[in-house]
């Protein structure tokens, strides 16, 4: 096992100051500094080149000062690698349009309290770029007014509107930033597409965010529609109208076969999900099946299966969790000792079915990069930037 695939051919990559990553990728959630149940060294183990943080959990606790105290997030929380910094707007704007006591939006940005004895919360454009630049993020993820399946054009559009309008701030702090730093390499500014399912608002959206400089692309909104369908066809067009040499982000994508999905559509994607590190926590573990060596990728789940290992019937197995896997967990543990840990709720469970999940996704991935898929999605050769 390494940390990268150095065998898959070359491709798209996301490019740092912390090293280039290459595409399609996926990210686990560190939203406050850290992988729940692994330490940055597992994360390396596993092959994992990048994560995810939250900018508004972050500057909230421990706060930008400590964190600039320590030299960045990087030297903070020992992570060599890419850190990718969201907003926090997606939480907070979730939250208020479905409680809408919690907080409000505002033309120059959202305030929000989490409980009425909390203190207040207030995100402005210019305030989340100022956050992640000190955090020292490699990339960063503008603000945006995120909005649901459920919400009606006319929100979709004032939400669009908004994004742009806040893009276009974002855009002038980050510059004002860049003026500022003393040293070392800017980060990547990430423009988030609103649009719902719109293809106008959409390629409005884009055409807005490529003309105030944005050098990456994220998909706004939830990416599955009301009936729990992942929404393809606006992917779809997020591949084909923006810049083809920008990595697009996947926000909030991350089931196996929805990256199986969209990496028919195109190869540039980087993708971040809680559901294989959550999964793993709650015992409900991934597994190839066992002829995958000899059959292609296809965007259903007939390439894996669910591995619940809390069923009585593991008890009894001392075989690993999955026959093919490579990672730690596999290599030494079987089933029956895994499923002890869980049933006596010892800490070492959440670990190493952390890391087997985590190295489910980094496999796949190299299957993808390697090809193995079984069809381009929607008439169209997957793109490779």
């Given at each position: 096992?390494?940390?990268?695939?150095?065998?898959?051919?070359?491709?798209?990559?996301?490019?740092?100051?912390?090293?280039?990553?290459?595409?399609?990728?996926?990210?686990?959630?560190?939203?406050?500094?850290?992988?729940?149940?692994?330490?940055?060294?597992?994360?390396?183990?596993?092959?994992?080149?990048?994560?995810?943080?939250?900018?508004?959990?972050?500057?909230?606790?421990?706060?930008?000062?400590?964190?600039?105290?320590?030299?960045?997030?990087?030297?903070?929380?020992?992570?060599?690698?890419?850190?990718?910094?969201?907003?926090?707007?997606?939480?907070?704007?979730?939250?208020?349009?479905?409680?809408?006591?919690?907080?409000?939006?505002?033309?120059?940005?959202?305030?929000?309290?989490?409980?009425?004895?909390?203190?207040?919360?207030?995100?402005?454009?210019e305030k989340v770029i100022e956050w992640q630049f000190g955090l020292r993020s490699d990339v960063v993820v503008a603000l945006d007014d995120c909005t649901g399946p459920e919400d009606s054009p006319a929100e979709q559009?004032?939400?669009?509107?908004?994004?742009?309008?806040?893009?276009?701030?974002?855009?002038?702090?980050?510059?004002?930033?860049?003026?500022?730093?003393?040293?070392?390499?800017?980060?990547?500014?990430?423009?988030?597409?609103?649009?719902?399912?719109?293809?106008?608002?959409?390629?409005?959206?884009?055409?807005?965010?490529?003309?105030?400089?944005?050098?990456?692309?994220?998909?706004?909104?939830?990416?599955?529609?009301?009936?729990?369908?992942?929404?393809?066809?606006?992917?779809?067009?997020?591949?084909?109208?923006?810049?083809?040499?920008?990595?697009?982000?996947?926000?909030?994508?991350?089931?196996?076969?929805?990256?199986?999905?969209?990496?028919e559509l195109d190869m540039r994607w980087v993708f971040d999900c809680t559901i294989p590190t959550r999964d793993a926590r709650h015992g409900r573990l991934y597994s190839f099946v066992p002829e995958i060596a000899d059959?292609?990728?296809?965007?259903?789940?007939?390439?894996?299966?669910?591995?619940?290992?809390?069923?009585?019937?593991?008890?009894?197995?001392?075989?690993?969790?999955?026959?093919?896997?490579?990672?730690?967990?596999?290599?030494?543990?079987?089933?029956?000792?895994?499923?002890?840990?869980?049933?006596?709720?010892?800490?070492?469970?959440?670990?190493?079915?952390?890391?087997?999940?985590?190295r489910f996704y980094t496999r796949l991935l190299e299957m993808i990069r390697a090809g193995r898929m079984a069809r381009p999605g929607l008439g169209e050769p997957a793109r490779v930037g």
């Amino acid at each position: 096992m390494t940390s990268a695939d150095s065998t898959a051919p070359a491709g798209p990559s996301l490019d740092t100051a912390h090293g280039s990553v290459v595409l399609p990728t996926f990210l686990p959630d560190g939203t406050r500094a850290s992988v729940r149940a692994v330490d940055t060294q597992d994360l390396t183990t596993v092959g994992i080149q990048a994560v995810m943080v939250n900018a508004m959990h972050l500057a909230q606790r421990p706060g930008l000062q400590t964190i600039r105290r320590a030299g960045g997030l990087h030297r903070f929380m020992a992570w060599d690698g890419v850190i990718v910094s969201d907003s926090g707007g997606f939480q907070v704007l979730s939250l208020i349009r479905k409680q809408g006591k919690t907080g409000a939006i505002r033309s120059n940005g959202v305030t929000f309290q989490e409980s009425p004895t909390a203190k207040k919360i207030v995100l402005t454009p210019e305030k989340v770029i100022e956050w992640q630049f000190g955090l020292r993020s490699d990339v960063v993820v503008a603000l945006d007014d995120c909005t649901g399946p459920e919400d009606s054009p006319a929100e979709q559009l004032a939400s669009t509107e908004r994004t742009i309008r806040w893009f276009r701030q974002a855009r002038k702090a980050y510059d004002l930033q860049c003026r500022q730093r003393r040293s070392g390499e800017p980060p990547l500014l990430v423009g988030v597409v609103q649009g719902g399912t719109d293809p106008e608002l959409r390629q409005r959206c884009v055409d807005a965010l490529v003309e105030s400089g944005a050098q990456g692309f994220g998909f706004g909104g939830w990416p599955l529609s009301a009936e729990g369908e992942l929404e393809r066809e606006m992917f779809a067009l997020l591949s084909r109208i923006t810049p083809p040499d920008a990595p697009l982000f996947a926000l909030g994508v991350g089931r196996p076969e929805h990256l199986v999905s969209l990496c028919e559509l195109d190869m540039r994607w980087v993708f971040d999900c809680t559901i294989p590190t959550r999964d793993a926590r709650h015992g409900r573990l991934y597994s190839f099946v066992p002829e995958i060596a000899d059959r292609l990728l296809t965007p259903d789940r007939s390439f894996y299966q669910n591995v619940y290992i809390l069923d009585e019937e593991n008890s009894r197995k001392d075989e690993p969790i999955c026959a093919t896997c490579d990672c730690p967990t596999c290599r030494r543990y079987s089933r029956s000792y895994l499923h002890h840990l869980f049933r006596v709720k010892d800490g070492l469970a959440d670990r190493l079915a952390t890391l087997h999940n985590l190295r489910f996704y980094t496999r796949l991935l190299e299957m993808i990069r390697a090809g193995r898929m079984a069809r381009p999605g929607l008439g169209e050769p997957a793109r490779v930037g």
